[in-house]
């Protein structure tokens, strides 16, 4: 018998995947980005509509427990997007670093020329 | 030939101190090209620097849109004299802590080809300098680490009052981390074979503003710290 939390789960991992498709249209994630969602969207949705198959990877982790198994393979899962996350973030405030140093120098250059050809004139 | 001198001054709110330290400045070095790089500040820096820039000669003003650090303020301050071509690079902040009348102490070791980088110690002797018990165990010890690592006793790596060389500003435009604590750079400056140098210099208290010190800070402090002994160790 289905159970309330399947479907929930199910809808979500369909509105995500449906979410990664429109991004990918969009031009927001690259093909690698939408294909690595996309994959891990639908192994979830798969999870949720397949309980049982979390058993097979119960000898992979060494482990007895079914809900321990699936828990602890989300948090090395959101371990590992919080960390892609972090170096994400790390890099576009490290460009933006450099941008606004560079605007910083080129804003005084320009105005600085401006007077010079204001005062030449 | 003494060669061309540029003082950076980086600073964040520090309209009520400035004014003071461009003209200790440019008392003690007349002919330099004075830096002084806004922070992004939400008080009257910027229009400070620019009456101050109308004032005196040779005084340059940049502006970040928004607040990314002294340390970023200061790397722009160095790329600027850097593409210029200025010889020598000065660091005094513009809270008012740095006293500029002492700066001969620091240039002179550095005009001499002495030393490439040359810094100014709170530490060195007993000044009266006071901090917090957290800052005070940070700056030990990091200054513990980093003299082991150097093989050469450093008691004030963190300290803002700097001079050095055109090859070391060279290093600070292409590979300075502003987020990082100095005590990174320092390490980078020693495996790339620089030769440092700590005079004993003044440090005031701070009149006016607020220190950078942060709890967000001092939970990353050991995790930069970390960092660095890791890249030190493989990457440098």
Redesign the interface.
């Known amino acids: 018998m289905v159970k309330g939390i399947q479907v929930i789960g199910m809808l979500v991992m369909i509105y995500l995947i449906l979410n990664a498709l429109r991004q990918y249209r969009l031009r927001n994630y690259s093909l690698k980005q939408t294909c690595f969602w996309l994959i891990l969207w639908v192994l979830v949705g798969v999870l949720f509509a397949f309980p049982p198959l979390a058993e097979l990877a119960l000898p992979v982790f060494a482990m007895q427990d079914m809900i321990l198994t699936v828990l602890v393979v989300g948090l090395i899962v959101v371990f590992v997007l919080v960390y892609h996350a972090y170096q994400q973030v790390a890099k576009v405030e490290r460009k933006l670093?450099e941008l606004?140093?560079n605007?910083?120098?080129h804003?005084?250059l320009s105005e600085a020329r401006m007077n010079e050809e204001k005062n030449g004139n | 030939m003494r060669g061309r001198i540029a003082v950076v001054v980086p600073a964040y709110n520090e309209a009520p101190t400035l004014a003071d330290v461009v003209k200790a400045v440019k008392e003690t070095l007349p002919d330099c090209l004075l830096i002084i790089v806004n922070d992004g500040s939400s008080d009257d820096t910027l229009r400070v620097a620019s009456a101050l820039s109308a004032n005196y000669s040779n005084i340059v003003v940049l502006s970040h849109l928004f607040n990314l650090g002294s340390g970023a303020a200061f790397q722009t301050g160095v790329a600027y004299a850097f593409i210029k071509g200025y010889d020598y690079f000065v660091r005094i902040d513009g809270d008012g802590q740095h006293n500029p009348y002492e700066v001969h102490k620091l240039l002179n070791l550095v005009i001499s080809g002495k030393f490439d980088i040359v810094v100014g110690s709170r530490y060195l002797t007993k000044t009266g300098y006071t901090t917090s018990f957290t800052r005070r165990f940070g700056i030990a010890f990091t200054a513990k680490l980093a003299s082991m690592l150097t093989h050469q006793k450093l008691t004030d790596v963190n300290s803002g009052y700097k001079v050095f060389n055109r090859r070391v500003a060279n290093l600070i435009v292409k590979f300075y981390l502003p987020r990082h604590p100095a005590f990174d750079f320092i390490l980078r400056l020693h495996k790339a074979g620089f030769r440092l140098a700590e005079v004993p210099v003044e440090m005031r208290t701070r009149k006016h503003g607020k220190s950078e010190f942060s709890y967000t800070r001092l939970i990353l402090y050991p995790v930069r710290i970390l960092q660095a002994l890791i890249r030190y160790a493989i990457s440098y």
């Open positions: 670093m606004v140093q605007l910083a120098i804003d005084y």
